[in-house]
């Protein structure tokens, strides 16, 4: 089962504006990630941000987290055409061996320019 | 720069063939996750490595297998592949450091069964 689910599925915007996606999860978590992929590529880490903080920034990124709500947000400001993504948000299950990290459904992100 | 290698970028394969699925990292990483991703799915978590020789179950675990004789290397195994294993399969690695931390994708590998 999805730990995490992103919501919008799909959002589309104008260059210049400010993009927000949102996720959702079940269970206690360590850490949440948000990771972005390129149309047909693989994944790349964008943030983490663990369970004790409840903001942090990255450049034009900022992320938030309510583990109270079990939810979180990331907010791209100023949004560029090459921002054009799906963006996928990451929590940690424990196992036997370790933490797995399991992904939501994501969101797809469309900057026109 | 870390880099996570899957051995083919698309695949076609027919029902019935045992394919195997290689992923090479060269970080000295403990843990290799594989997952597919398919429409609407986002990613499903296939097998789990955390050791050589050690795996654990993701979410979707029929009709695969997993082998992890060296640490750089885990490999995937469609023992019988049918039209259903159509999809896009994802190979990731990270630092085992007692929680979650940052994964490292390969670029992934497109296979198609008919």
């Known amino acids: 089962s999805q730990q995490g689910e992103e919501d919008p599925q799909a959002l589309s915007i104008q260059e210049g504006e400010n993009a927000t996606m949102n996720c959702s999860y079940k269970?206690?978590?360590?850490?949440l990630q948000w990771y972005r992929q390129n149309s047909g590529r693989g994944l790349v880490h964008l943030i983490l941000?663990?369970?004790?903080?409840r903001e942090k920034h990255s450049g034009r990124l900022r992320v938030t987290l309510d583990t109270s709500k079990k939810s979180s947000s990331l907010l791209i400001t100023a949004s560029r055409a090459a921002d054009t993504a799906s963006y996928f948000c990451?929590?940690?299950?424990?196992?036997?061996?370790?933490?797995?990290?399991?992904f939501g459904a994501g969101t797809r992100l469309f900057v026109k320019a | 720069d870390v880099k996570v290698t899957q051995s083919s970028r698309y695949l076609v394969k027919r029902t019935g063939e045992k394919v195997f699925l290689e992923c090479v990292q060269d970080?000295?990483?403990?843990?290799m996750f594989w997952y597919r991703q398919d429409p609407g799915l986002g990613l499903r978590l296939i097998y789990f490595?955390?050791?050589?020789?050690?795996?654990e179950k993701g979410d979707i675990p029929e009709g695969y297998s997993v082998s992890r004789e060296k640490k750089e290397r885990f490999s995937l195994i469609l023992e019988s592949a049918s039209t259903n294993q159509t999809s896009m399969y994802l190979c990731?690695?990270?630092?085992?450091?007692?929680?979650?931390?940052?994964?490292?994708f390969g670029q992934g590998t497109r296979l198609t069964v008919v």
């Open positions: 990731a690695s990270s630092f085992q450091t007692g929680v979650s931390t940052e994964a490292f």
């Open positions: 990451a929590t940690d299950r424990r196992n036997t061996g370790g933490f797995k990290t399991i």
């Open positions: 970080m000295d990483h403990e843990n």
């Open positions: 941000i663990r369970s004790n903080e």
């Open positions: 490595s955390y050791d050589v020789k050690m795996k």
């Open positions: 269970t206690s978590i360590n850490n």
